[in-house]
Each structure stands twice: as structure tokens, then as C-alpha cells.
């Protein structure tokens, strides 16, 4: 059974400091998902990493791939008050498949 | 990229009634749609998937008699919630995505439907 894990679950961090959040996930995986979640609201894609070792940047966001750990991280760097929201990584349930299994989320809060 | 819109997306019911809650693609063809659920504070948990003119294949543990899923068009997925009770109140999402290479790594997600059931 694919289990993905988040870590942590909660965050509140300073706005100017970077931080990393954390993805595990437990079965051979092909691709990685992660996304943002504002409350009330439904999911906005962030990034699709489709290969070990792959690195995405966008603003001050960057996630990177590694498939032989099976571990993802979502790295924020000099964090401002916009990026509060959940984030959620997820993983397909079989390898080439559609169906998504997600981590339990990790609430991010900045402050001033 | 891709758009897909849920309607209605609040619905406030009395127990016991029906819900219907409506997905659709508004610039491509979904041959294939999810239906989560997402419970205040928790992950989305997938209910079931829905492909365009077959049944529609649910997870373990969520009951397809109650959650009655329909995908007669490639722009068009219901989700019917019968006989619905207080427990069935939650944040219902769809997802939309095609067949082909192109679309494998590619979900869309709708805006949600939020269901409260008194």
C-alpha cells in the first residue's frame, strides 16, 4: 500500500527565512506532484517533477526529485506573508497511472 | 492551462434528500474524471474514478450506492449524493484529465463543492 508522508504537518515561520518541507512516499514512483491549497479553495498545481533528480523553481518556491530515496522537498526561500497556505505533495498510486494518492498536508503560516 | 468548474459550489440540504453535484471540462475532453472528498483540516481521499460511457470504479470503503457517479460525456461527470446525512457533510472535488501521452501527468482540478447536510 503507498503511503506518502509530510513532514512537517505544521509550519509557521517568519517572513525572510527559508525553510523545506518534505515528502516521502513509500513505492516506486515515476512522477511527483505538489500543490497549493488556500482555505476554502481547491487545488492549484505548483509543479509536476517527472525524473530523479529533477529541480523546479517558480518565485520562491523550488522542489526537487529524488526517486532512489523516494523523498521530494518544496524548499522556500526569504518566505513572505502570500505563500500561507496548505501544501500537499502527491504520488500516482501505480506507476503510470492517474490516480493520486496525497500526503496529509503541510499548513504553512508566515507572519510578518 | 485546462479549465474545469463545478456546480453547484455550495449546497446547504436536509438529511435525507439528494445531492447532485455536476464537473465538467469547459476546453478539452476528459475521458477520465476523480471525485475526492476533503474533510475540514485532512488530505483529499480519492472516491472513486469515473470514465467517460463505463461504470465508474470506487476506492475501498466508499459505498456506490450511495455516492452515485455518472460520466455520459467527455465534458460531464455527476456525483450523486443519496439519501445524504450530516456525516456526508465535506468538500467535494473533481479532477479532469484526457487519454494519451500527452495527459498523464496532467490533473486539473475544479473549484470544489462544499456540502453541508443538517
Known amino acids: 500500500e503507498l503511503k506518502v508522508e509530510q513532514n512537517p504537518l505544521f509550519l509557521s515561520m517568519q517572513e525572510g527565512k527559508n525553510y523545506t518541507i518534505y515528502c516521502n512516499y513509500s513505492?516506486?514512483?515515476?512522477?511527483l506532484y505538489w500543490y497549493r491549497q488556500d482555505p476554502g479553495k481547491s487545488l492549484e498545481s505548483l509543479f509536476v517533477?517527472?525524473?530523479?533528480?529533477a529541480v523546479k523553481q517558480e518565485g520562491r518556491l523550488m522542489a526537487s526529485l529524488d526517486t532512489k530515496a523516494r523523498l521530494s522537498t518544496l524548499h522556500i526561500t526569504a518566505a513572505v506573508h502570500d505563500l500561507s497556505a496548505t501544501y500537499f505533495c502527491?504520488?500516482?498510486?501505480?506507476?503510470?497511472?492517474?490516480?493520486?494518492?496525497f500526503g496529509q498536508g503541510t499548513r504553512l503560516t508566515i507572519n510578518p | 492551462g485546462a479549465v474545469v468548474s463545478q456546480h453547484p459550489s455550495w449546497v446547504i440540504c436536509k438529511s435525507g434528500t439528494s445531492v447532485k453535484i455536476e464537473c465538467r471540462s469547459l476546453?478539452?475532453?476528459?475521458?477520465?474524471m476523480f471525485w475526492y472528498r476533503q474533510f475540514p483540516k485532512q488530505s483529499l481521499m480519492l472516491m472513486a474514478t469515473?470514465?467517460?460511457?463505463?461504470?465508474?470504479?470506487?476506492e475501498q470503503g466508499v459505498e456506490k450506492d450511495k455516492f452515485l457517479i455518472n460520466h455520459a460525456s467527455l465534458t460531464l461527470s455527476t456525483l450523486t449524493v443519496t439519501s445524504a446525512h450530516p456525516e456526508d457533510s465535506s468538500f467535494y472535488i473533481c479532477?479532469?484529465?484526457?487519454?494519451?501521452?500527452?495527459?498523464?501527468?496532467?490533473?486539473?482540478f475544479g473549484p470544489g463543492t462544499r456540502l453541508l447536510v443538517l
Open positions: 469515473s470514465n467517460e460511457g463505463s461504470k465508474a470504479t470506487y
Open positions: 502527491a504520488v500516482p498510486l501505480i506507476q503510470g497511472a492517474q490516480k493520486l494518492v
Open positions: 517533477l517527472l525524473s530523479n533528480g
Open positions: 479532477s479532469a484529465t484526457g487519454t494519451g501521452t500527452g495527459w498523464i501527468e496532467t490533473q486539473y
Open positions: 513505492t516506486t514512483s515515476d512522477r
Open positions: 476546453d478539452f475532453q476528459a475521458t477520465t
